[in-house]
C-alpha cells in the first residue's frame, strides 16, 4: 500500500500565502517604491512681479508687470521703475530691492518692460522721437499702464513716482517733462537729458561726449514735449556717476541744466553738501521743499547703486553694491509721507 503524507500546517501555510501573492499580482497593478528624494537646489530669490494684459491700446509694444502688496498704507501709492538695456523688470527687481521695499512699505509697483522685438539690447527707445512723443510709441503705452494701475488700485493721483536707470532713465526723464503733472517726483540714474538725441547714432555721440546747448535750450526741448502743459512741475533726482564710461558725466550736467531751467531756479541757489561717496547739492523751493537733486558719485560706474547684499546672493547686471541705495534714498527724501 502506498500512502500519501500530507504537508505540515507551515508549509501548507507558506504555500497559501504564494498563491495568494500570485493572485494579487495579477488583479492589482504593479507598484514601485518611490525614489530618494533628490537634495533641494539653491534657488534664485523670487520676484513678486506679475504680468498684466489688456492695459491699453499699447502702441509702444511694451509688457506691464507689477507687484501689489497684500496691505498697502495710506495714502495710495505708485512707483514706476525703468529698466536700462541688458537687464530685464525681474532682474532689475531682484537686484534694486524694490519689491522688498514696497512689501514693507505698502506700495504698488509698476515696471514697464522693454522687448527684444522693440530693441535687442532690451533699451527703452529714448532717442527715437516717434518713441517719445506725446500721446506716441513707448511713452504712451508707459502713461496707460499708469493709468490702469491708479485706477485698479485707487491710487492717489498726487502719489505717483518714477525711477530709470540708463535708457530707463532717459525714457523716465521724458516722461516727466512730457507728462510733468502725472507725477510728484522722480530719480534719474546714469542717463541722459529729454532732446539729446534723435537717432541711434547720434545717442552712442551723445552718451560718450554729452552734448553742448545752453540750459534754456534744455528747457525750451522740454516745455515743447509738454505741449503747453502748465502747473507745478515734478521733483527731481538726478544721480551720476563720475567713473561711468557707458553715459558721460556731461550727460548729468545737461540733466541738471534743463531741471533747473524748467523750475527756473538760479544755479548759484544750490546748498552744497559734501558727502563720502560725494557731493550733493540741492535747490529748494519756497516752501522749503527740494525741487532738484543732484548727486555726483566719485567712483561710481554705470549702473545703479544698491546696498551691499549678504554673502553669497545672486548678483544682478548693472547693480553697483555699496554703503547707499539709489531706491532708499528715493523712498527717504522723496516718497515717504512727511
Not at 503524507?5 to 518611490?34: V, W
Not at 501689489?68 to 529698466?83: C, D, F, K, S
Not at 563720475?242 to 534743463?258: F, I, K, S, T, Y
Not at 523750475?263 to 547739492?281: K, M, Q, T
Amino acid at each position: 500500500m502506498r500512502f500519501k503524507f500530507s504537508m505540515s500546517p507551515l508549509s501548507a501555510f507558506l504555500k497559501g500565502q504564494r498563491r495568494l501573492q500570485r493572485r494579487l499580482e495579477k488583479a492589482l497593478p504593479k507598484m514601485r517604491l518611490p525614489d530618494p528624494p533628490k537634495a533641494a537646489k539653491p534657488r534664485n530669490p523670487r520676484s513678486g512681479l506679475v504680468q498684466v494684459h489688456a492695459f491699453g491700446s499699447n502702441p509702444g509694444r511694451l509688457r506691464m508687470m507689477e507687484y501689489a502688496p497684500p496691505t498697502r498704507r495710506e495714502p495710495q501709492t505708485l512707483v514706476v521703475v525703468l529698466h536700462g538695456c541688458l537687464q530685464t523688470a525681474v532682474q532689475f527687481d531682484r537686484g534694486s530691492g524694490w519689491s522688498r521695499m514696497a512689501r514693507e512699505k505698502g506700495f504698488v509697483l509698476l515696471y514697464p518692460e522693454q522687448t527684444k522685438a522693440n530693441n535687442h539690447n532690451l533699451c527703452f527707445n529714448w532717442f527715437r522721437p516717434s518713441m517719445v512723443a506725446r500721446d506716441r510709441g513707448e511713452l504712451m503705452s508707459i502713461r496707460q499702464m499708469i493709468e490702469h494701475a491708479v485706477d485698479r488700485h485707487g491710487i492717489d493721483r498726487s502719489r505717483v513716482f518714477i525711477q530709470g536707470l540708463s535708457a530707463g532713465g532717459a525714457m523716465a526723464n521724458a516722461l516727466l517733462v512730457t507728462y510733468p503733472q502725472l507725477f510728484a517726483a522722480g530719480q534719474v540714474v546714469g542717463a541722459l537729458p529729454y532732446g539729446a538725441a534723435r537717432d541711434a547714432m547720434t545717442a552712442l555721440q551723445v552718451m560718450k561726449s554729452g552734448s553742448r546747448r545752453s540750459r534754456k535750450d534744455w528747457g525750451d526741448l522740454a516745455r515743447a514735449a509738454a505741449s503747453g502743459e502748465g502747473g507745478e512741475k515734478p521733483a527731481v533726482s538726478i544721480w551720476q556717476g563720475r567713473a561711468d564710461r557707458v553715459v558721460a558725466p556731461a550727460n548729468g550736467e545737461a540733466l541738471l541744466a534743463q531741471w533747473l531751467d524748467l523750475h527756473g531756479l538760479d544755479e548759484n541757489a544750490g546748498e552744497r553738501e559734501n558727502r563720502l561717496e560725494g557731493p550733493v547739492v540741492v535747490w529748494r523751493g519756497g516752501d522749503g521743499k527740494v525741487l532738484v537733486e543732484y548727486r555726483l558719485l566719485e567712483t561710481l560706474e554705470h549702473g545703479l547703486p544698491v546696498m551691499a547684499r549678504r554673502a553669497g546672493s545672486e548678483r544682478q547686471p548693472y547693480m553697483l553694491e555699496g554703503a547707499i541705495g539709489a531706491p532708499q534714498q528715493f523712498y527717504q527724501a522723496f516718497i515717504k509721507r512727511r
